[in-house]
């Protein structure tokens, strides 16, 4: 199984909400990725998650809190978002360690839409 | 800090031409990576690039790296409409083995 998902692909929230997206692999990869991707732009890094702990934080707003239940899922817990959140929101793993590296395999993308 | 730089940003090409994308970066790294990303949808990855000199094809696409120039090649041989989509190199940073950083995407429209 060579495969990320993610839940929702869609997702439209008000900027008082509280929503969760959810990410999981079943490849054993020992780092996940959530990255934020506006429309014509390359991903921008947000969290990495390395042997379910929290090795990257991209300076990232309080009010994304992302979560390491296990080591094939991931969570990212949105609250008081602004309509500049808006985005298309990914998940990636990868697996790799002890010198040997290899690509991120990226998941389907949450479509966020904050009014 | 680390940048990552493409050339072109766009690229409007003819079925059946050849052309070349650049990603060149800043800093040492012998990793590279190449994504396609078709619009409204995920990345996906093409290619591989983990010691100088790597050349990988697949099909019409052929990716080269020379870590010395630090600097990666992607080849269109022949281009397909099928190939029209958003390409993105990326690089691990020697200084943080988790950490991937992109470059800003070429974008690629073949016609006919």
């Known amino acids: 199984d060579t495969e990320v998902t993610q839940t929702p692909k869609h997702l439209v929230m008000g900027m008082t909400n509280k929503k969760s997206l959810k990410c999981e692999q079943h490849?054993?990869?020992?780092?996940m990725y959530w990255y934020k991707q506006k429309a014509k732009k390359p991903p921008e890094l947000m969290f990495v998650y390395s042997y379910e702990k929290l090795s990257i934080n991209e300076s990232v707003p309080s009010r994304f809190s992302p979560e390491c239940p296990n080591s094939s899922l991931l969570n990212l817990h949105l609250h008081a978002l602004q309509p500049e959140d808006s985005a298309l929101y990914l998940c990636?793993?990868?697996?790799?360690?002890?010198?040997?590296?290899?690509?991120?395999?990226f998941g389907p993308g949450t479509r966020l839409t904050v009014l | 800090e680390l940048k990552v730089e493409q050339n072109p940003l766009f690229l409007s090409m003819q079925e059946g031409k050849n052309y070349t994308i650049y990603c060149n970066y800043s800093?040492?790294?012998?990793?590279l990576y190449w994504y396609r990303q078709d619009p409204g949808k995920s990345l996906e990855s093409l290619f591989v690039l983990l010691s100088n000199g790597a050349v990988k094809q697949e099909g019409r696409l052929m990716a080269s790296l020379d870590t010395k120039a630090r600097l990666s090649t992607l080849h269109i041989t022949a281009a397909v409409h099928d190939l029209s989509a958003t390409y993105f190199c990326a690089v691990d940073p020697e200084t943080s083995y988790d950490k991937v950083i992109f470059g800003p995407g070429t974008s690629l429209s073949v016609i006919p």
């Open positions: 490849m054993g990869h020992r780092a």
């Open positions: 800093t040492t790294s012998d990793r």
């Open positions: 990636a793993s990868r697996s790799g360690g002890g010198g040997i590296y290899n690509e991120q395999f």
